[in-house]
T-cell receptor
Framework: AQSVTQLDSHVSVSEGTPVLLRCNYS??????LFWYVQHPNKGLQLLLK??????LVKGINGFEAEFKKSETSFHLTKPSAHMSDAAEYFC?????????????FGAGTRLAVHP | NAGVTQTPKFRVLKTGQSMTLLCAQD?????MYWYRQDPGMGLRLIHY???????AKGEVPDGYNVSRLKKQNFLLGLESAAPSQTSVYFC?????????????FGPGTRLTVT
């Protein structure tokens, strides 16, 4: 079965500094991976997804993630944090369960951005 | 185009009471899902539906029932609420079922069972 581990439950950065949110996955085959963002009291929004095309994936709001098979990692980065980036971020892997592709969520990383 | 909407936004129940959460989507999606979100655990799938009139169990189905009588609606029922069901419930929908299909999420329902 697939699983995903988000290595930090909380990350705090200053506005204008880089963001790194770490995610490792386990998979018995080539996975599909996603990052979702959840702003306070809102639903989840897809930031980006990897589905075995380019290993560097660009998403919305300046975020990107790199799929590294050798490290089984899919870390999320952004060169310069903005106050509006403060939210919870979920790394997600798609797992095959019979005829159904289900999403396996990591526990989440809460990003705080300070002025 | 409202996307995915959920009713109600908040609810407090006493142990043993019943209630139904309503999810509606206006994107003509075939697939719909109910998740619960608990602190430190991410989202876990309760039930899902691959089309009108069909439902299936997810990862944590016990204590919940669902129905998909209309394509645009997916109902989640709690027949006898328990404190362990205190959680935030999210509904989602997708056009297709493969990994390339994005799931669109509703804003959530915060349920407290006392």
């Amino acid at each position: 079965a697939q699983s995903v581990t988000q290595l930090d439950s909380h990350v705090s950065v200053s506005e204008g500094t880089p963001v790194l949110l770490r995610c490792n996955y386990s998979s018995s085959y080539s996975p599909s991976l996603f990052w979702y963002v959840q702003h306070p009291n809102k639903g989840l929004q897809l930031l980006l997804k990897y589905t075995s095309a380019a290993t560097l994936v660009k998403g919305i709001n300046g975020f990107e993630a790199e799929f590294k098979k050798s490290e089984t990692s899919f870390h999320l980065t952004k060169p310069s944090a903005h106050m509006s980036d403060a939210a919870e971020y979920f790394c997600v892997v798609s797992d095959r369960d019979g005829g159904y592709n289900k999403l396996i969520f990591g526990a989440g990383t809460r990003l705080a951005v300070h002025p | 185009n409202a996307g995915v909407t959920q009713t109600p936004k908040f609810r407090v129940l006493k142990t043993g009471q019943s209630m139904t959460l309503l999810c509606a989507q206006d994107m003509n999606h075939e697939y719909m899902y109910w998740y619960r979100q608990d602190p430190g655990m991410g989202l876990r799938l309760i039930h899902y539906s691959v089309g009108e009139g069909t439902t299936a169990k997810g990862e944590v189905p016990d204590g919940y029932n669902v129905s998909r009588l209309k394509k645009q609606n997916f109902l989640l029922g709690l027949e006898s609420a328990a404190p362990s069901q205190t959680s935030v419930y999210f509904c989602a929908s997708s056009h297709g079922q493969g990994s390339s299909y994005e799931q669109y999420f509703g804003p959530g329902t915060r349920l407290t069972v006392t």
